[in-house]
């Protein structure tokens, strides 16, 4: 039986004087909305509409609404028409309108939405609310969650802590599970340089990408009572000695049916795969749109990847149309080549990726036609795969809204760099089976390292031209092809 802590006569926050109660308007059994009628709350509230439990009706108000409308038509079960407290927020020159929850807790309570752009519960400015046992189960356009506009749970100036709970991708901990059942949707958006997203023992089952990053820092680790002990010590999470003895170890889990991260505008960031963490994707694991962006893989407490199309790591320029409106078109011929770009050194911006302790399966890509080079480091690491630089395609000669869904998906050729160099470190310990051309710019091979072909095949490496032979404890700068026969 759902519970809630507000008393029916307790008075609506920011309305002195008014009831609980008198915010509900009407109960009613049938709802005609005709075309061209609209149902509003009064001023400083929003409306919402609830058929037999589960909010409905709400649809934005055009293509780039900012608000919502009940929409026309017949309406017939349990029905409930709710003004509540509006709460602004502005984004890219629009203001968006939210309403928010009052109460300070609720247990078993179930949040069930089939309407556009609607919250399940607001928590602002430092308030406490304890959601207990919830259910929450929203189908429909977020519309903006960039402000959190249509969000499951949103949580402003405040605190939030979640323990063995299944929640949407909205609100995440340690040891919780964010499952999206659809065709779209993502874990996690690491929005600007100051924002961390540290995810321990969590299951991630998404449909796009388990995390997309414009600058900021995402790691997948372990939950361990040591993690989640010094974590709570740094951020006040306010565990009690009963909570943090009861933690055990738990890996993370990461499924997604399309891409593992991107990142695709502002400062890049970086994501960190440690501890005993499974990311497995159905499309390309790391998919970087010309920033400079950081990967660190450890292996050494069993972390393991999966990519289903074969493609680890991609470096590309941005397929973005930018806007609903906007066209990205594929570029044509080579790319002109930037004298002053060195593409054998490493530089600032280039994107970086380090693997350590781990068997890898998958190729590294680097298709990138202006400045930026991908650095590759291994240690103690078995890779196997194709290491190039490449030109990418989609199948289309250009992208906007009405085929989106072929951002993301290209066709790689490998070919030599121009100014899109591949720079590889064989640390000690490493083992890179070359499974076919490979395009480098430099190679470090440690005296404990090896560069070799499948069984059955032979590797033929040359330098500008010139055939040569791999010896470990060698550096190799300029154009490297390594052939597979």
């Known amino acids: 039986m759902p519970e809630f802590n507000t008393r029916a006569t307790e008075p609506f926050p920011r309305e002195p004087g008014v009831a609980m109660r008198s915010r509900v308007r009407a109960l009613l059994a049938v709802l005609v909305v005709e075309d061209g009628a609209v149902l509003t709350a009064p001023d400083g509230h929003l409306l919402s509409l609830t058929v037999n439990g589960v909010e409905t009706g709400s649809v934005l108000d055009g293509t780039y609404g900012t608000t919502t409308l009940i929409a026309a038509g017949t309406y017939r079960g349990d029905i409930v028409l709710t003004p509540a ?71 402003k100036n405040s605190r939030i802590r979640t323990r063995e709970g299944r929640l949407p ?67 006040d999470l306010g565990l009690t000695a009963r909570e943090s003895d009861a933690i055990g170890p ?33 499309g390309t694991m790391f998919l970087d749109k010309a920033k400079q962006v950081t990967v660190t893989v450890d292996g050494s407490q069993g972390a393991r990847l ?14 973005d149309p930018g806007s609903p409106d906007g066209v990205c078109t594929e570029p044509t011929g080579d790319p002109d080549k930037d004298d002053t770009f060195d593409p054998t050194t490493v530089h600032t911006t280039d994107a970086t990726a380090s693997f350590t302790d781990i068997e890898l399966k998958g190729d590294f890509y680097n298709a990138m036609r202006t400045g930026k080079n991908l650095v ?26 009405a085929n989106h869904e072929q951002i993301n998906h290209l066709t790689n050729t490998t070919r030599p760099a121009i100014d899109n ?30 560069v070799q072909a499948p069984p059955g095949r032979t590797l033929s490496p040359s330098v500008d031209g010139a055939v040569t032979t791999l010896a470990p404890g060698s550096t190799y700068s300029g154009a490297l092809t390594l052939t597979v026969a």
């Open 85 to 155: 407290l509006e709460h602004t927020e502005t984004f890219a020159g629009a203001t968006f309108h939210r309403g928010r929850l009052t109460h300070a807790w609720a247990r078993d309570v179930s949040l069930s939405s089939t309407g556009e752009a609607f919250n399940g519960c607001y928590a602002a400015e430092g308030a406490s609310y304890t959601l207990t046992r919830p259910r929450i189960t929203f189908d429909g356009n977020g519309r903006c969650d960039f402000t959190t506009y249509g969000a499951n749970v949103i949580v």
């Open 169 to 235: 991708d909205d609100v995440l901990g340690e040891n919780t599970s964010a499952t999206i059942t659809g065709d779209s949707g993502y874990g996690t958006y690491a929005d600007g340089g100051s924002q961390t997203d540290l995810f321990l023992g969590t299951h991630f089952d998404v449909a796009t990408f388990a995390a997309i990053s414009t600058g900021g820092s995402v790691t997948f680790a372990d939950s361990t009572r040591e993690a989640v002990v010094a974590l709570d010590s740094e951020l």
């Open 250 to 282: 738990r890996a993370s889990i990461v499924e997604s049916r399309g891409c593992g991260v991107m990142w695709h505008s502002g400062d890049g960031g970086s994501v960190d795969i440690g501890g005993g963490t499974r990311f497995s994707t159905a």
């Open 306 to 319: 999966h990519t289903g199309n074969g493609v680890l790591v991609q470096v590309m320029e941005t397929d």
């Open 376 to 401: 590759l480091s291994f240690a103690r690491t078995r890779p196997a795969g194709v290491v190039s630089a490449s030109a990418s395609r989609h199948a289309v000669s250009s992208i906007s809204a």
């Open 421 to 450: 160099g591949v720079i590889v470190t064989l640390g000690a310990g490493s083992a890179w089976t070359v499974t076919g051309k490979s395009y480098l710019t430099r190679l470090v091979v440690d005296t404990d390292a090896t």
